[in-house]
């Protein structure tokens, strides 16, 4: 390859890069650990129902 040509690289992912870093004032903001706590007593009930309905 010459030292002309640019292979697109960076160009073709600063836009993602833009879109990600981006932050919106209308965005639903959820805190990580209520997250975590949701999906763990989420599995609890999915574990209790299938121990229970058998």
């Known amino acids: 390859m010459s030292s002309g ?3 697109g690289g960076l160009m ?7 879109y990600f870093e981006s932050e919106g004032r209308n ?4 805190d990580p650990k209520a997250i975590m ?6 599995g ?3 574990i209790l129902l299938n121990i229970f309905t058998v």
């Open 5 to 7: 040509q640019n292979s």
């Open 12 to 18: 073709s992912s600063a836009g993602l890069v833009r």
């Open 27 to 30: 965005a639903i903001r959820i």
């Open 37 to 42: 706590a949701f999906s763990a007593l989420f």
């Open 44 to 46: 609890v009930l999915v």
